[in-house]
């Protein structure tokens, strides 16, 4: 149901009480394959969503047109359905479910959470509590969040530009006939779906020999090395934006400031509780300049047949291309190719993350990592923060915590200023294990520091009281330790005048 009538203005009154589950529930839907689809609340009951909470989700899809009222299918599902084009059909639908905020309120999608809520208290302004005007601008926040601000104002740009030519692609495009197309083939001749793999195997020894005169150094020799870190000039944009989410991830990426692109969730088969995307991909884009024929349409090719392999979810036989892909053009000697590397570098942690083969995921979201974790673009350097957290994800499962201490406080420094409510609420849930983590060192100047830090966050948020009382105890205990009596008896008294 969308408000139609307070000061003429057309927006969403669906809300979510929370949306601590959103990122999952989306990322359950966009990945459930069924003949005759219908979305309602048995759906989500049968998902494991059975809270009332997490049944108004299906509210909020039907306001952004990606189900119709019975729960089937609408403009924008199939879309939202496509892994690469999740977060756009989700932007799209914000556009016109909020349209006269988009309208009336240019940039507020782009606006901190308490600007946010003012515009929405003004709209519904003698019409809803606080409370409600507070869920409703919450959730248009988290979703704003979930898709990217990139995507969005790719969305509105589409709105405006409907009449507008689409540019052909210089990769393979499908054609109805189930064969592939490219405009550098004469009189639009077109190559076989077994073709694809015919000029792979019919030109690779030709491009291997050339590949044998070429200088070694600088070539990836393992997925453990620490790589070049791309320019943002150079580099995949990768969106998440979220976020979601480490991309669309990883789309949530984008074409510094005149293309975005579309973001992947990377939960397929839910390998990891944690949904942040990770990588937003695009139809490969490639520059052939100053290559030989032969070597222009392996790499087309490659990196078409990897778009084709990563959209249709087939991450088994993804994986070998994408290290192929790797293995050829990670390397100085292809700079053009550096932001579809990068892509890659990104698609082969989500393809083992889908295939739950965490001893090899691990080492691929550290290539990430080390790779974006000091971009100065930022899409590229919330990616490496994305990878992070999958990190710590698959270390927890594994009970590592050598590792995990450090990275706890790698995130913890990195993450402490972030605004995007996915990121938080993650944040929030490191800050807790990281107290007990650090609790279990008895190393009294960390518990001091750890102590006074999880009371910082988290001192009148009214949120986890008993770790604010343990932190709190604890801080007290360790300065009477070190024989710091006054500030104990401080710390002691702040105590018993908060619980006493």
């Not at 197309?181 to 077109?190: A, D, I, Q, V």
Request: proline share 4%; net charge negative; charged share 30%.
């Amino acid at each position: 149901m969308e408000l139609t009538n307070i000061k003429g203005m057309k927006v969403s009154e669906a809300f979510l009480v929370n949306t601590k589950n959103f990122d999952t529930i989306i990322n359950a839907l966009a990945t459930y394959d069924a003949d005759d689809i219908v979305i309602d609340s048995d759906l989500l009951e049968r998902l494991g969503y059975s809270d009332p909470n997490d049944l108004l989700v299906i509210r909020l899809l039907k306001d952004l047109n990606i189900i119709n009222n019975d729960g089937k299918p609408s403009t924008h599902f199939k879309e939202f359905q496509n892994p690469e084009t999740t977060n756009l059909a989700l932007a799209k639908g914000l556009t016109t479910a909020y349209e006269d905020i988009f309208n009336n309120y240019p940039k507020l999608y782009q606006s901190k959470p308490d600007e946010i809520n003012n515009a929405f208290l003004e709209v519904f302004k003698n019409h809803k509590t606080e409370l409600i005007i507070k869920y409703i601008s919450n959730t248009f926040y988290k979703m704003v969040n979930y898709v990217g601000v990139s995507t969005i104002t790719k969305a509105l740009n589409e709105d405006t530009d409907e009449d507008s030519q689409p540019v052909e692609s210089e990769a393979a495009v499908l054609t109805q006939n189930g064969s592939y197309r490219t405009k550098n083939l004469p009189s639009g001749e077109t190559i076989g779906k077994s073709d694809v793999e015919d000029i792979i195997n019919r030109l690779a020894g030709s491009h291997n020999t050339i590949e044998a005169n070429i200088p070694k150094e600088g070539k990836a020799d393992s997925i453990s090395e620490q790589t070049e870190t791309p320019t943002p000039a150079q580099s995949v944009s990768e969106n998440q934006e979220d976020p979601e989410p480490f991309e669309e991830s990883s789309e949530k990426k984008e074409k510094d400031d005149t293309k975005d692109s579309n973001s992947q969730n990377i939960d397929d088969k839910n390998p990891i509780d944690l949904n942040i995307p990770l990588n937003e991909t695009e139809r490969t884009e490639i520059s052939t300049k100053n290559s030989t024929s032969k070597q222009k349409f392996v790499q087309k090719a490659l990196l078409r047949k990897s778009d084709l392999l990563f959209k249709m979810k087939r991450w088994e036989q993804l994986i070998p291309t994408l290290e192929e892909i790797i293995n050829r053009y990670d390397t100085k000697k292809y700079p053009t190719l550096k932001k579809e590397v990068s892509k890659t570098i990104m698609r082969r942690a989500i393809s083992l993350l889908k295939l739950n083969r965490n001893e090899k995921a691990l080492p691929a979201l550290d290539q990430v990592i080390n790779r974006f974790k000091d971009s100065d673009n930022p899409e590229l350097y919330n990616q490496a923060s994305h990878a992070m957290l999958h990190k710590v994800q698959l270390l927890e499962k594994t009970g590592n915590s050598k590792e995990l201490l450090p990275l706890y406080n790698t995130i913890v420094n990195r993450l402490n200023d972030s605004s995007e409510i996915q990121m938080l609420e993650k944040l929030d849930d490191i800050y807790l294990k990281r107290f007990d983590l650090i609790l279990e060192s008895n190393n009294e100047d960390e518990i001091l520091d750890a102590s006074s830090k999880l009371i910082d966050r988290f001192k009148g948020s009214g949120k986890h009281t008993d770790y604010i009382q343990k932190a709190m105890i604890k801080r007290a205990e360790m300065l009477d330790n070190m024989n710091r009596d006054e500030e104990a008896l401080k710390a002691y008294n702040q105590f018993l005048g908060m619980f006493g």
